[in-house]
């Protein structure tokens, strides 16, 4: 990432009037964390803005400030700037795509590696755990002073990309950064109880189904389970409440490759793959399937039922290990 993206950026927000902000579909902390940190800063220095998620915001982040104001779509167009955070694939922000499209700048801000031409101005950094860490750069050239909720906006993309400060993609600009979020007023220890301490019953009921459901095979390092349709109807729990399972079955000894499977809608399966082998890129899997992420952690949809997609998605699950550690060795 150069310094100029960032420099064209930050003159292209502090000359505009209205600003559109686009989160990811399936909006996670960094997405919406990074969305409200603009948000709050743009509104500040007096400009109209607008900030959409397809998908709403979820209940674990609705204690972020300004998450109120989200809206899930809007009929207007022709923002001066448009901030897509998070994704780099259009189709990845769902209904926001119309009005960022039509702003007169784009600006695509990620720690993902995208191909393609999305945005007029694409400052990627994959080095950074969280696009959290690259908006906080962003800011700082901006020279945006950063009030505690903002602070909060971006610590908290950072506390969910990394897991708690657990995954490879921390680095020590990751604790620079979090340090001067939380000497601007950010509380890391408020930031996890939010996220992670204030679970409903039916998401630790469902979490229950997936661990009696777990399945182990590979000599251990293929890990998977799933959820039916009818487990989220009994418990009365939704798609949101399955959030964090897949971390969980990722803590078995041995495991490389992870896969949750939950039958959202009858018919509709969504799932959730990690990789701890860096040679694993599960974002290629999911490709493939017509989803994406990251080479550890990515998500896809199947048409079908659940027993269709067990057997759909494991089955190449184990052809692409196999694969993917035999063509290491020879290369
Ligand atoms: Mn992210």
């Known amino acids: 990432m150069s310094r100029r993206h960032l420099q064209q950026a930050a003159q292209v927000l502090r000359e505009a009037r209205s600003v559109v902000l686009a989160c990811h579909l399936n909006p996670d902390g960094d997405t919406l964390g990074c969305a409200l940190a603009l948000q709050a800063t743009l509104e500040a220095w007096g400009k109209r803005v607008v900030t959409l998620s397809s998908d709403g915001v979820p209940e674990i982040y609705r204690f972020l400030p300004g998450s109120e104001k989200v809206l899930t779509n809007t009929d207007q167009r022709g923002f001066d700037a448009a901030v897509v955070c998070d994704t780099g694939i259009p189709d990845r922000i769902g209904r926001a795509k119309e009005a960022v499209l039509s702003a007169r700048v784009v600006i695509n801000i990620d720690h993902h590696v995208t191909e393609g ?10 080095k950074a755990a969280a696009t959290a860490e690259i908006v906080y750069r962003l800011l700082k050239v901006m020279e945006a002073p950063f009030t505690a909720g903002i602070a909060t906006c971006l610590l908290t993309g950072i506390i969910t990309d990394t897991g708690l400060y657990r995954y490879m993609n921390v680095s020590p600009t990751t604790f620079r950064v979090s340090a001067a979020l939380m000497e601007a007023g950010a509380s890391p220890a408020q930031i996890a109880e939010e996220v992670f301490e204030r679970r409903s019953l039916s998401s630790i009921r469902l979490l229950g189904r997936a661990l009696e459901n777990l399945q182990q095979e590979e000599d251990g390092r293929l890990v998977w389970s799933y959820v039916r349709y009818e487990d989220f109807t009994t418990l009365g729990a939704s798609d949101e409440d399955t959030e964090g399972i897949v971390t969980q079955l990722r803590s078995v000894r041995d495991s490389v490759v992870i896969a949750l499977l ?9 799932v959730s793959v990690r990789s701890r082998d860096e040679r694993i890129d599960v974002a290629k899997l999911a490709e493939q399937f017509g989803g994406g992420g990251h080479r550890m ?15 759909k998605v494991i089955r190449t699950l184990r052809e692409w290990m196999h694969c993917s550690t035999s063509t290491n060795r020879r290369g």
């Not at 031409?117 to 994959?126: L, M, V």
């Not at 939950?262 to 969504?270: A, D, I, N, Y």
């Not at 952690?297 to 057997?311: C, H, L, P, R, T």
């Open 117 to 126: 031409t999305f945005g007029h101005i694409r400052i990627q950094q994959p």
């Open 262 to 270: 939950r039958e959202v809608k009858p018919g509709r399966v969504r």
């Open 297 to 311: 952690a990515a998500g896809f949809w199947v048409d079908g039922g659940i027993e269709e997609a067990k057997e």
